[in-house]
């Protein structure tokens, strides 16, 4: 099994006639993805030839939705566009959208979050600034790539696309129920929580991988989550022992303010509750692999 996303995803991409759009796109089909539409009010009513499939073009996403049933779409589009693009999506009610966008300024992110949430958040969003997510063997709807691991019974959720990567990379001879890339911004949509409570209720999934890092509190809340909610062995990593106090670190959302946020005050709280954590990614993925092997 999988969470959020399966081989019956029936997935759209809003901005596929642009580069970045057009390039995972063809990635995301050769990796076995059911694309069934691309969205661009200029070019409504055409069809792109993707490597051989024929992608038809919509005006809308509630259009694209009518028309093929979809129900994912993964966003490509220039961050001065992208509230546009994901209210348009809550507005069509799709069910998940994956906003793969750098760069969306925190209030225009706070703003579709909330509008969501007005809306009796029907639509899951992942992102923004994020790897999107993949179910291997099933789907991928964003930038992971599809060949570095397999399916298998680990679930991962992580705020780094890279360090996404290299766990699944260093585990994939176990393999992947899911893997979700949530981002670093300040505000994003689905959470390590969200994440840790669909794991806990996919059969499939025995452990789960979270990786988190510096700034705001997000890994002491999920600690705190698990505590009192996850029965299955959860193996974590926070990146940036070595940041310096005070300096914002690559993700928006990654600065240190006195022992607030600091690596080390996450990775006391996750062990408080359970957590087995990593110094470095592949210690990670060893512990994982003990918890496996047992």
């Given amino acids: 099994m999988a969470i959020f996303l399966t081989k019956d995803s029936k997935v759209i991409v809003q901005g596929m006639t642009g580069s970045e759009g057009m390039k995972h796109t063809r990635r995301m089909l050769a990796s076995g993805t059911q694309i069934v539409g691309g969205v661009n009010p200029r070019k409504a009513g055409t069809t792109v030839d993707v490597d051989g499939t024929e992608v038809p073009v919509f005006g809308s996403v509630a259009e694209a939705i009518k028309e093929t049933g979809a129900d994912v779409t993964v966003i490509f589009v220039p961050p001065k566009f992208t ?18 966008t750098e760069g969306v300024p925190v209030h225009d992110s706070a703003a579709f979050w909330a509008y969501a949430g007005t809306k009796g958040n029907k639509t899951r969003i992942i992102g923004p600034n994020c790897p999107g997510l993949i179910s291997p063997g099933q789907s991928n709807a964003g930038i992971i790539p599809a060949d570095i691991t397999t399916t298998g019974p680990i679930g991962l959720v992580s705020k780094s696309g890279t360090l996404t990567y290299q766990l699944m990379y260093e585990l994939r001879d176990l393999g992947f129920s899911s893997a979700v890339g949530i981002g670093g911004d300040p505000v994003i949509g689905t959470t390590h929580i969200d994440a840790l409570a669909a794991f806990e209720a996919d059969p499939e999934t025995k452990i789960i991988v979270m990786i988190g890092e510096i700034g705001g509190d997000a890994e ?5 989550y698990i505590a009192e909610h996850v029965t299955k062995p959860v193996v974590g990593y926070v990146a940036g022992f070595t940041a310096p106090e005070g300096k914002t670190m690559g993700h928006a959302g990654a600065i240190v303010s006195g022992s607030s946020g600091t690596a080390q005050a996450k990775k006391e709280a996750l062990e408080a509750a359970g957590v087995k954590v990593g110094k470095t990614p592949s210690e990670t993925a060893r512990l994982a692999r003990e918890l496996i092997a047992k």
């Fill in 220 to 224: 002491e809340r999920a600690a705190a």
């Fill in 83 to 100: 509230k546009d693009a994901v209210v348009e999506a809550i507005d069509a009610e799709i069910g998940l959208a994956v906003v793969i």
